[in-house]
């Protein structure tokens, strides 16, 4: 499911249905490559978890990072 959610966000990326923006590209790379991550067998592998915790933390902190930065705006 997080690999179809990926593909329809990049989908309405790429055919400028959303405005552009580098924090939602990266988070819908997260998105995807933690599906992807999440089909194969490598996942039950502590190599596989552990890069998936890696690269979910990197999601986790620049979603952080976009929340936090709409605040500065206003302040």
């Known amino acids: ?18 405005y552009e923006r580098p924090y939602c590209r990266v988070q819908r790379s997260v998105i995807g ?8 067998p ?3 592998h502590w190599i596989g978890k552990y890069a998936a915790l890696v690269i979910g933390f ?3 902190v620049v979603g952080a990072n976009q929340h936090f930065m709409g605040w500065k705006k206003y302040l």
């Open 1 to 18: 499911m997080a690999i179809v959610i990926s593909i329809i966000a990049w989908g309405m990326d790429l055919t400028a249905m959303v």
């Open 33 to 40: 490559i933690l599906g992807f991550i999440l089909i194969l």
């Open 42 to 44: 490598l996942s039950f």
């Open 58 to 60: 990197f999601g986790a």
